[in-house]
């Protein structure tokens, strides 16, 4: 069966390995894709070079409950690929470590790495095992823990990739669920407008404010413009502000109200968010090796 170039290119992606590794192994497997894969993973030949250089942005988020539900641990865990992301290996550690970060307590990333799980290695020789084993740049990103006292926690994931874990006084875990729910799909930056960060409020401005000057429409009106723009543009971001996704006839805020309930704080973690993603032409790559071997 003959090789294409996009065959090669799809067992990159998959895989994370080289071009010639991954012409190599499905000429050897006869154009089996799967076999061609099996074979790599056996042979260590899917490892990456230099895999702590290299830009983990796939993975998954992991949220971990407390039996008691007042606790709850939520944990974004890196690869290179998603076809690692997927794999049970991965996917337990990445289990193992929220857990570990429920149990601990220990969100800081370098203190975590020491902590002790229940296996009795510790996070960051659990990892470095994987890192072996599977052939990939793999990082603990972040950890957080949520702890309410006299509210209740609610949690919604949208597949392995968004996680939200909401802390609400009043209200039921259905209500929990909704709102964590909204907050996966409309990614609010805050509860309300008083915790919208200034500078982040003071860069709109200018924008806002450089725009409307542009319009050369008189000071007042130009004022009235700034003005209707910065509230909008606080509606849109504030969770309380933004309409509720289930029902946008109603904004969050009427939402709870209505429950006789509030949303205390919220931690929304999304795979890769804020990483730089390495852009390549895979297929010109893969065109130009096999042209040259």
């Known amino acids: 069966m003959a090789i294409t170039a996009a065959m090669v290119k799809e067992l990159r992606e998959r895989t994370g390995a080289g071009m010639m590794d991954c012409k190599k192994a499905l000429t050897e497997a006869g154009g089996d894709m799967e076999a061609a894969i099996e074979a790599m993973r056996k042979s260590g030949a ?131 669920k909704d709102i964590s729910m909204h907050i996966a799909a409309s990614r609010p930056v805050c509860v309300s407008e008083a915790e919208v960060p200034a500078d982040m409020l003071e860069k709109e401005k200018e924008i806002f404010t450089a725009q409307a000057l542009e319009s050369g429409k008189p000071p007042e009106i130009v004022e009235k413009m700034i003005g209707g723009r910065i509230k909008k543009y606080l509606k849109e971001i504030t969770l309380l502000g933004q309409p509720f996704v289930k029902d946008p006839d109603q904004s969050v805020e009427k939402l709870l ?24 032409d895979f297929a010109a790559e893969v065109q130009a090796q096999m042209n040259a071997s």
Not at 107 to 131: F, K
Not at 261 to 278: D, L, Q, S, T, W
């Open 257 to 280: 109200k209505s429950a006789n309930a509030e949303v205390v704080r919220f931690v929304r973690f999304e795979v890769g968010e804020g990483i730089e993603k390495k852009k390549e």
């Open 46 to 176: 899917a490892k990456a070079v230099k895999k702590a250089g290299r830009i983990a942005a796939e993975g998954l988020v992991v949220i971990a409950p407390s039996d008691d539900g007042k606790t709850a641990a939520i944990v974004e865990v890196n690869s290179e690929t998603d076809f690692v992301a997927k794999d049970a290996n991965f996917v337990d550690f990445a289990n193992a470590v929220a857990a570990t970060v429920l149990s601990s307590g220990v969100t800081d990333m370098a203190a975590l790495s020491d902590t002790a799980m229940a296996s009795g290695q510790t996070v960051e020789e659990a990892r470095a095992a994987l890192v072996a084993k599977i052939g990939e740049n793999i990082q603990v990103r972040r950890a957080d823990l949520i702890t309410t006292e006299d509210g209740l926690l609610g949690s919604y994931q949208h597949g392995s990739r968004i996680g939200v874990v909401t802390e609400l006084k009043g209200g039921d875990e259905a209500l929990g």
